[in-house]
């Protein structure tokens, strides 16, 4: 069986290998912030964030293998829906949240436009319109943008310091994934469809 397995991966595309490197990362990560006791992943919700991640890490995975074996694996969709967690993480791993003023902000921009990209990528595999594409983007990125904003407040904000600010960060942090998914959205729409496999 052993055999089977490693003569199984030689032959798996680059695609495998960076989702695996990208998940396997991300649960390092969590787990050292989780765990290190160090000033930068105090007051962030570290072992909610253990807890949550390495589910939406593998979400795909799971609902490819129930639903979905006879097709193609949707290596992009796994990997941009894994990013964001990861790029959350390795920002507080390297404290860029508590010394970069900007980083929040750009987080908010880029990593919606990624997560929300992961629904466009499989908006590809499908025979959907690209007004649809567009209104299923938007819409999970919109959603669950609000959803993140309300799981941080529950989880640390109405605790910290921060919650004299929190309302006008909140508006921006919304607006900000908002625009991201409406990027991601566009760039699924426009681009050019594969065949469902």
Same mark, same amino acid.
């Given at each position: 069986m052993g055999l089977r397995l490693v003569s199984g991966l030689q032959g798996q595309p680059a695609a495998f290998w960076l989702n695996l490197a990208v998940k396997a990362l991300l649960i390092f990560l969590l787990a050292f912030g989780a765990f290190s006791g160090l000033q930068q992943f105090e007051g962030k919700a570290f072992a909610w964030r253990l807890a949550t991640y390495p589910i939406a890490a593998f979400v795909v995975p799971v609902i490819w293998? /129930?639903?979905a074996r006879d097709t193609a694996y949707p290596f992009v969709a796994d990997i941009l829906l894994t990013l964001p967690f990861l790029i959350d993480t390795i920002g507080n791993a390297v404290d860029f949240y508590d010394t970069i003023w +900007? +980083? #929040? #902000? /750009?987080?908010?921009?880029v990593n919606w436009a990624l997560l929300s990209g992961a629904v466009g990528a499989l908006a590809w595999r499908n025979t959907i319109r690209p007004w649809q594409t567009v209104a299923y983007v938007v819409g999970f990125g919109a959603v669950t943008a609000i959803l993140w904003e309300i799981a941080e407040y529950f989880s640390f904000i109405r605790f910290s310091e921060e919650l004299a600010t929190a309302y006008v960060d909140?508006?921006? #942090?919304?607006?900000?994934g908002l625009v991201g998914s409406v990027v991601a959205g566009l760039i699924a729409a426009l681009t050019p469809r594969r065949q469902p496999t």
């Amino acid at each position: 069986m052993g055999l089977r397995l490693v003569s199984g991966l030689q032959g798996q595309p680059a695609a495998f290998w960076l989702n695996l490197a990208v998940k396997a990362l991300l649960i390092f990560l969590l787990a050292f912030g989780a765990f290190s006791g160090l000033q930068q992943f105090e007051g962030k919700a570290f072992a909610w964030r253990l807890a949550t991640y390495p589910i939406a890490a593998f979400v795909v995975p799971v609902i490819w293998a /129930v639903r979905a074996r006879d097709t193609a694996y949707p290596f992009v969709a796994d990997i941009l829906l894994t990013l964001p967690f990861l790029i959350d993480t390795i920002g507080n791993a390297v404290d860029f949240y508590d010394t970069i003023w +900007w +980083w #929040d #902000d /750009v987080n908010h921009l880029v990593n919606w436009a990624l997560l929300s990209g992961a629904v466009g990528a499989l908006a590809w595999r499908n025979t959907i319109r690209p007004w649809q594409t567009v209104a299923y983007v938007v819409g999970f990125g919109a959603v669950t943008a609000i959803l993140w904003e309300i799981a941080e407040y529950f989880s640390f904000i109405r605790f910290s310091e921060e919650l004299a600010t929190a309302y006008v960060d909140t508006l921006g #942090d919304m607006s900000l994934g908002l625009v991201g998914s409406v990027v991601a959205g566009l760039i699924a729409a426009l681009t050019p469809r594969r065949q469902p496999t």
